[in-house]
């Protein structure tokens, strides 16, 4: 469990660890130098002699503070807990069960759901029946799901359980990722692993202002970046995808990137080579060879067009 600005989140995701039904466990929290209150909070929990506390010397970020407590860990299976979610209470004993049952899974993740920064089940979960959540019986299904999760990723580390084999066979997160570091770690272990989903919820992942994953398309640029290092490290990867799937998520994210590069930061040439990728993977895409062209005019006829364009949208108004 990583911890940074967490005070306002953190006993609660404590507390939802020591309550698991599986009791065999050992918790590393690494204090990533949190400017408030946490090392407080966390030390009210420090008589639990199942809990280790590691307080780094300097700012590593998430992925960092995971690898720290990694290099630590005793168990043979690894999960991951944020300082802003919780663990429903059969969360541990629900999936080491799937796990012995399925031995070969390099990965094991469930369902969640969203709460509140108070705690209470957003909408779209409230009317969900009892049966949904920390279920013993729910079914387990093991796939190839390397092609699902590049073209869409769902798994959240909160449900997500490991064996440390994998992990010493893929290797841990990577520091220059932030925020996608565990979506680049899930393609890894899926290239070379089948990988488990149990059908039930088992984790609560809140929804708060705060949280890394509202920071839009800076986040978009970093998902790029992890699925062009996966590539460019395996280039076997792009044949697992389906010619269509593939060239459709990679169209879409580099237009959408190159789209943020133009109009937010005007980079003109870093947008110029993401729009000359997405029309590699889409010639069609008219818009895109438009702005591509746009972005390749030298500066004073792009200061003329928007003259123009300005022009125009004052005469209409």
């Known amino acids: 469990m990583p911890v940074y600005g967490g005070e306002k989140y953190l006993a609660a995701a404590i507390e939802s660890v020591l309550n698991q039904t599986h009791s065999d466990f050992e918790l590393i929290i690494v204090n990533d130098c949190s400017p408030d209150g946490s090392q407080t909070v966390i030390e009210s929990y420090m008589a639990d002699q199942r809990i280790t506390c590691l307080r780094n010397e300097s700012n590593l970020g998430v992925a960092g503070s995971r690898n720290r407590a990694l290099a630590v860990s005793q168990g043979d299976f690894i999960a991951f807990l944020d300082q802003d979610d919780i663990w429903l209470p059969k969360k541990l004993e629900i999936q080491l069960a799937a796990l012995?049952?399925?031995?070969?899974?390099?990965?094991?993740?469930?369902?969640?759901?969203?709460?509140?920064?108070?705690?209470?089940?957003?909408?779209?979960?409230?009317?969900?029946?009892?049966?949904?959540?920390?279920?013993?019986?729910?079914?387990?299904?093991?796939?190839?799901?390397?092609?699902?999760?590049?073209?869409?990723?769902?798994?959240?580390?909160?449900?997500?359980?490991?064996?440390?084999?994998?992990?010493?066979?893929?290797?841990?997160?990577?520091?220059?990722?932030?925020?996608?570091?565990?979506?680049?770690?899930?393609?890894?272990?899926?290239?070379?692993?089948?990988?488990?989903?149990?059908?039930?919820?088992l984790g609560y992942w809140r929804a708060h202002p705060e949280q890394q994953s509202n920071l839009g398309y800076k986040m978009l640029m970093l998902r790029l970046k992890a699925i062009d290092s996966i590539l460019s490290r395996f280039p076997e990867a792009k044949m697992r995808v389906a010619r269509t799937d593939f060239h459709r998520r990679m169209h879409s994210m580099c237009r959408s990137a190159a789209n943020y590069t133009m109009y937010y930061l005007h980079d003109y040439t870093s947008a110029r080579n993401l729009y000359l990728r997405a029309v590699g993977f889409a010639p069609l895409d008219v818009p895109s060879w438009v702005k591509l062209l746009y972005c390749a005019t030298p500066t004073f006829l792009r200061d003329r067009v928007r003259q123009a364009k300005s022009l125009i949208w004052r005469t209409r108004q």
Do not use: C
């Open 100 to 201: 012995r049952e399925n031995p070969d899974v390099g990965l094991m993740h469930a369902g969640y759901v969203r709460i509140d920064p108070q705690g209470n089940l957003l909408f779209e979960a409230r009317h969900r029946p009892a049966s949904d959540f920390n279920n013993p019986k729910a079914p387990v299904r093991v796939a190839d799901v390397f092609a699902e999760i590049f073209v869409m990723n769902d798994i959240q580390p909160l449900t997500t359980i490991i064996p440390k084999r994998v992990l010493e066979d893929v290797g841990n997160f990577l520091p220059d990722l932030p925020g996608v570091d565990d979506y680049e770690l899930w393609l890894r272990i899926a290239l070379r692993y089948p990988v488990g989903h149990v059908d039930t919820i």
